[in-house]
């Protein structure tokens, strides 16, 4: 470690992973209520587990973009970060603001909640990922910007990379289109064309600047490649983003309500989406041919190569299958779009995560070699184990969609959605198994982390 | 491939190319809160409608199921639930929302579970006012089939 400041990071991981095993705890639950309609019914709803599963994911992954960030900039810029206070303050903020919330979301039925929260005043919750109390929403608005203040800061006084600018760029946009989370018309469809302002742009536009960056940052710390090298190819990346990701937002608009157009926009645009993902695969194994050192933390280049290749399976691949308008007609609202999100959630931001832990955590914890081989190797199985596990859910959920569009909307023996889900049963069994598949992976994780150090 | 590439070109094709996508999203996203009012015939959005939507979103209907495509996949699409239940005949669909509002939740065993959200005849009204006034949202021939 080579600033103190950068210590602040280590809470910020921590309290990302305990929310991921939250979060796959809570999808758990909710593949066996799928199964059993009876099962922690009437104490946890259906929408309640699913609010809590989604809205997990995204804190978790804020607190992770947070560490990451509080980790590199001090590297990048080459300075202490502006105010380390204010990082650990804005940790405890936003770990009160979230735990409060998701208790409310347990212990108070969502229409009451909406009431003590003031949303009367101004109605924002009640959609999909968006439904934080209005408290919740302003006090992320709050942490934000206490944490863009300090990034800023730092960068100002420091050195200016390519990597800083493109993380602060995706900081930036981060904050901006969050601000549409506060705009809900009257009018559904404008209000849901809006929604995808936060939704869409977050995923994919503003955050894979901040994955492109922490991923450039880990490449140029493991593999010791030449920062000119690295530059480049994190602008290529970037600007495929840019340029595919913004109006393949057009995707989202085939069927809701908008022009047509759309249709022709959108499957244009986003047959490109796939295309950064497949560069940061070169990236990823370009670098790692061409490396100048040989790391001993070995499992943080594993995790940045197989973020690289699941996030273009889940982003790129299960994104594409349904994306061109003809055949998003049929999938539209079926377990297929459910399958791209949780790969493409794992591959691209969870796995990133993972990568910036896997590098710091052990130089936060005074290893800077890394951990020991044999915790090296525990996380391995984890890795392996989680990997397969998403993968196995995915195709599970891909099978359930494919039925379900055979079933609702092709022919002319049509049968209803309760009826179709019901035949859908056993893949959703075998979807509940590699869940807790993926538990078991994130355990194994866990447990790489107490392995003793080996005497030297 | 790459190779050709230098950093100062793909540093211009990402401010070039992000801010030619930037306007082109800015101008479609001009026409389109245009367009939205006629497609979805704001012009019948009645008081109803809007508190229909209002509850719609207190009670978190999204989190179970889909609307317009989007939402939970737990439950049924209920944008043509109108035409589905109510076989496009306000009379008829306002009814069934009211026993089947009334009926939540079912006791079949292991059956998917709707909560009971305790609404008002009048708050069942409404939600029905707003499900009848999104199955007429010109939404591009979708959904594809009468299941939805």
């Known amino acids: 470690m080579k600033y103190t400041s950068q210590m602040v990071a280590k809470p910020y991981f921590i309290f990302a992973l305990i929310l991921l095993a939250g979060e796959i705890l809570f999808g758990l639950l909710m593949a066996v209520q799928y199964l059993y309609g009876d099962f922690l019914f009437p104490l946890i709803p259906f929408n309640v587990l699913r609010m809590v599963h989604t809205n997990l994911l995204i804190v978790l992954l804020l607190f992770g973009f947070m560490g990451a960030t509080y980790y590199l900039i001090p590297e990048e810029t080459e300075t202490e970060l502006w105010s380390p206070k204010l990082a650990i303050i804005t940790f405890w903020v936003f770990l009160v603001a979230g735990v409060a919330t998701i208790l409310g979301y347990l212990f108070v039925p969502y229409a009451e909640l909406t009431e003590l929260t003031f949303n009367n005043l101004l109605p924002t919750m009640g959609r999909e990922f968006l439904e934080q109390p209005l408290p919740t929403k302003v006090g992320i608005v709050l942490v934000v910007l206490s944490y863009l203040l300090n990034v800023i800061m730092t960068i100002v006084k420091g050195r200016k990379t390519v990597i800083t600018t493109v993380l602060i760029t995706g900081l930036l946009g981060l904050a901006v289109f969050f601000l549409f989370a506060f705009y809900v018309p009257d009018n559904l469809i404008m209000d849901k064309f809006f929604w995808w302002f936060t939704v869409h742009l977050w995923v994919e536009a503003t955050w894979e600047l901040i994955l492109g960056a922490i991923l450039a940052f880990v490449l140029i710390k493991v593999t010791g490649v030449d920062r000119e090298h690295i530059d480049k190819w994190l602008y290529l990346i970037i600007a495929m983003t840019m340029v595919s990701g913004i109006l393949g937002t057009g995707h989202h608009f085939f069927y809701m309500g908008a022009p047509e157009y759309w249709l022709w926009v959108g499957s244009i645009a986003s047959a490109v989406e796939p295309l950064p993902f497949f560069l940061m695969i070169l990236f990823a194994y370009t670098m790692t041919r061409e490396r100048k050192i040989q790391h001993d933390n070995k499992i943080a280049l594993t995790w940045a190569k197989g973020t690289a290749v699941m996030g273009f399976l889940g982003a790129g691949v299960w994104g594409f299958f349904h994306t061109l308008a003809p055949v998003n007609m049929f999938t539209h609202g079926t377990q297929l779009t459910a399958a791209h999100g949780h790969l493409s959630f794992y591959g691209a931001y969870i796995m990133i995560v993972f990568t910036m832990v896997s590098y710091a955590m052990p130089i936060l914890r005074g290893r800077p070699h890394g951990n020991s081989q044999k915790a090296q190797k525990v996380e391995l199985t984890s890795f392996w184990m989680m990997n397969i596990g998403m993968i196995g859910l995915t195709l599970a959920l891909s099978i359930a969609g494919i039925v379900q569009i055979l079933d609702q909307r092709v022919g002319t023996e049509l049968i209803g959605f309760m009826e179709s889900q019901e035949s859908l049963a056993g893949i959703f069994m075998v979807r509940a198994g590699f869940g807790v598949l993926v538990l078991a992976g994130l355990l194994t994780y866990f447990y790489s982390f107490f392995v003793k150090e080996e005497a030297k | ?148």
């Open chain 2, 1 to 148: 491939m790459t190779e050709r590439i230098t950093k100062s070109m793909a540093k211009n094709i990402y401010y070039g190319g992000g801010t030619f996508a930037l306007l082109i999203f800015l101008a479609l996203t001009f026409d389109t809160v245009h367009q939205i009012p006629k497609r979805s015939n704001q012009q019948n959005m009645t008081e109803n409608v809007v508190a229909g939507k209002k509850l719609w979103e207190d009670n978190n209907c999204v989190g179970c199921h889909t609307i317009v495509g989007e939402g939970a996949y737990y439950a049924p699409e209920l944008m043509n639930v109108f035409q589905r239940r109510g076989g496009a005949d306000e009379g008829t669909f306002k009814a069934y929302m009211q026993s089947w509002m009334a009926a939540q939740p079912l006791d079949t065993p292991n059956r998917r579970k709707m909560p009971q959200f305790n609404l008002s005849k009048e708050e069942v009204d409404s939600l029905s006012d707003f499900l009848i006034w999104t199955s007429k949202v010109n939404a591009n021939e979708w959904p594809p089939t009468i299941e939805g």
